[in-house]
């Protein structure tokens, strides 16, 4: 995950989370559900005080902008012990946080896709299922290009950033990690090679 990677093109805040890189039985093995939930928890209360600086500065109301990459995805992904630990985070936007999620983009979403978007449908109110898009692999490039300008997006998302900004390496923390935690950041995801780049 990237949180607030530059703006979407509605002028959010983007994050850009690659679930199909994910490593569920690391997650298990190195994270409780008490610590995952009071990171997320610390994740949104972060992306809230983006949206409220960017809402200033645009004197405008901003939302965050979401780019889920669903490349990769498989079973270990969708197992009901990793869907039952998410669900207490996946419905915290509705109760505490409304204004927070402005659009959110699942691209890349394979037939698999659709097994977990069954599961979490329910959890989620009408108003924020109609801020959801789904993209398959087919039409995912164009759907990426529609929602972040190319300065905002990394270059395997086919954007300008060949390497992580050292604006948004420094707000996200990762300029105060060392080479070899960098190093260490989101293993097996599109992401890992970009941010473990930063400032090297």
Known sequence: MLLSHRTGG??????LIHVGGFDASRWYATQSAAQFEAA??????????????????AGRLVRREILLDYDGLALSHVAPRVLLRQRPLLTLPDRWYPELVGRVACVNAPSLFAAVYRVVH???SDELRARIEVHAPATSAAAVEAFAPRASRPAVYGGSCERLPDDVAEHTGIARLEPSERAA????SKLAGYCSAALS
Do not use: Y
């Not at 509605?10 to 994050?15: A, D, M, N, S």
């Open 185 to 188: 950041l989101t293993p097996g």
């Open 122 to 124: 329910p959890w989620l």
């Open 40 to 57: 997320g928890l610390m994740l949104l209360e972060a992306a809230l005080a983006n949206c409220d600086r960017a809402s200033v500065e």
């Open 10 to 15: 509605k002028g959010g805040p983007l994050t």
